[in-house]
């Protein structure tokens, strides 16, 4: 039987405190792990982006690399803040997928004009949002803005209309809180959400793999330009 699903994490809302910021510096338990303005240097990403180094020169390597030089391009409405990819490996956890190699990656974007990030909130209401997520844990999640909200629903209903032309694989899509720090004050008005593609592959063995790995990665290309051309009339 062939697999493939895409949908909406929306699970239930679990309160935490901090916030991931958009630029960051370096992943806290890993200073090796940076992050990079692929707008300003787009010749680094096959080289800085280390989960992909052991499989750099595959096809599935160079469509990722592709789609994250599009999309900090001149040409597109958004840009990247972080990725990741995990090799292929035995599939241990989900079994009730009836392949034994998993491989997996994740791809987190925001519109380039940093306000179509921000829902826009009243700013009473942000102020008391802000507070709560940065010291106690907030309690109800972020709203989304109306562009994010679009973006969110336009990849899923694009992934979901039709057939895809490839098999055995999951895309989860996620909004992130994140707060844009080159909003610049108030600090209330400088919290919203970027979009999160995390890609699940499965196959026979490690080629099978990272082969529906790089088509569903070539898709997700397609539809965010489609995205791009329908999207930048809106915002």
């Not at 190699?101 to 009243?122: A, S």
């Not at 309690?139 to 992934?159: A, I, K, N, Y």
């Not at 793999?209 to 009339?233: D, H, M, S, Y």
């Amino acid at each position: 039987m062939n697999y493939m699903r895409a949908y909406i994490n929306d699970r239930d809302y679990v309160p935490y405190v901090g916030i991931r910021c958009h630029p960051w510096s370096h992943a806290r338990d890993n200073e090796d792990c940076k992050y990079y303005n692929f707008r300003e240097s787009p010749e680094m990403i096959a080289d800085v982006l280390e989960d992909f180094q052991p499989v750099k020169d595959t096809e599935a390597a160079k469509e990722f690399f592709d789609l994250v030089r599009w999309l900090n391009s001149e040409e597109s409405i958004f840009e990247t803040n972080d990725c990741a990819f995990h090799l292929p490996h035995a599939n241990l956890e989900n079994a009730h997928m009836a392949k034994p190699v998993e491989c997996g990656g994740r791809l987190m974007l925001f519109f380039r004009d940093l306000n179509n990030n921000i829902p826009g909130l009243p700013s009473d209401v942000a102020a008391q949002w802000a507070y709560e997520h940065e010291f106690e844990g907030a309690t109800q999640p972020l709203p989304p803005s109306r562009s994010m909200h679009q973006l969110q629903h336009f990849v899923l209903d694009h992934l979901n209309v039709s057939p895809p032309p490839f098999d055995w694989a999951s895309v989860e899509i996620t909004l992130f809180e994140t707060r844009y720090v080159a909003l610049g004050e108030p600090v209330q008005h400088q919290f919203g959400h970027l979009l999160v593609l995390a890609t699940y592959a499965w196959g026979d063995d490690d080629a099978e793999t990272l082969k529906t790995f790089g088509i569903v990665t070539r898709v997700l290309n397609e539809i965010l330009r489609k995205a791009n051309n329908t999207l930048k009339l809106n915002v």
